[in-house]
């Protein structure tokens, strides 16, 4: 889902959802924070639009076993 938003901005598409940062977890279940901030960094590079988006990466690390 995060991709699927930001990808269509990071791409200068016209009428574009606009992103001045973006708050991830590095824990996520899916893609965690790493994954998904070395995507959206790779669709920056593909893209012609020299944008470099603020990615703000978090997580409270609420388990024993962290």
Sequence with gaps: ALLERLTPCLNGEPGSEEFDIVL???SM???DGYAATQMVRDIERRSNM?????IIA?????LKDE
């Excluded at 020299?50 to 603020?54: F, M, S, T, V, Y």
């Design 58 to 62: 978090i997580t409270a690390h609420a």
């Design 29 to 31: 279940p899916i893609m």
């Design 24 to 26: 991830t977890d590095i």
């Design 50 to 54: 020299n944008k470099h988006l603020p």
